[in-house]
């Protein structure tokens, strides 16, 4: 595991330390969390830009567009009919399960 070396302000280290006294956690392990929550937000924004761009692509080009169309409605069916197996399989569930029994009886 690699060791950093990081200034901080007084505030934040202030709130670092009560946040690590509260939850009962060293400050180095909030910090892992911050730090992945943050690189994990900001990997999710490029790779929703680059989905927008390439949708704004697609968009922008009559024939890819419709050619995109008809691949949809190729595809219909089959989506059409594993929402059905879906909601089948959800209902299933719903009615298999047991109803909790009341606790006042």
Known sequence: ???FSLRLPHELERRLGEEARHCGQPRS?????ALE????RREQERLVARLTAAAEVLASDVSARAE??????DFLPADSEALALAEEA?????????RPQQWWR
Not at 68 to 73: H, K, M, R
């Open 1 to 3: 595991m690699a060791v």
């Open 37 to 40: 929550q943050l690189l994990r």
């Open 90 to 98: 959800g209902s299933q569930e719903r009615t298999e399960q047991p």
């Open 68 to 73: 995109s169309l008809d691949v949809a409605l």
């Open 29 to 33: 392990e909030l910090i892992r969390e």
